[in-house]
């Protein structure tokens, strides 16, 4: 019923930068919160950036100043800027949204995307 499809992931060199973007498509009525988490090995999956339908916008300081989330309503997408980037934000980066599907009464629910890999590595 619903798809969230990420892109931009890659190998980028300490310092370079990248720009994820998620595409969520289907029977979508709206979409409230999105976010990306990410998950490196053997660790637990972590917020990145969340920001609500209003655009306000949550990071967790291991990123802040280096990031920024931002979304266009009008095509259902989430991007994430990633500048500065460090070996350690090496990990799967999730796609999130709280979302209401059509016929749901706007009741949401979490969807996830299938991730894509970040690898800051020189």
């Known amino acids: 019923q619903v798809q969230l499809v990420e892109s931009g992931g890659g190998l980028v060199q300490p310092g370079g930068s990248l720009r994820l973007s998620c595409a969520a498509s289907?029977?979508?009525?709206?979409?409230?919160?999105m976010a990306w988490y990410r998950q490196a090995p053997g660790k637990q999956r972590e917020l990145v950036a969340s920001?609500?339908?209003?655009?306000?916008?949550n990071y967790p300081d291991s990123v802040k100043g280096r990031f920024t989330i931002s979304r266009d309503n009008a095509k259902n997408t989430v991007y994430l800027q990633m500048n500065s980037l460090k070996p350690e934000d090496t990990a799967v980066y999730y796609c999130?949204?709280?979302?209401?599907?059509?016929?749901?009464?706007?009741?949401?629910?979490?969807?996830w995307g299938q991730g894509t890999q970040v690898t800051v590595s020189s």
């Open positions: 999130y949204a709280y979302l209401a599907l059509l016929g749901s009464s706007f009741k949401p629910d979490n969807y």
């Open positions: 289907g029977s979508i009525l709206s979409i409230y919160t």
């Open positions: 920001i609500t339908s209003g655009r306000s916008t």
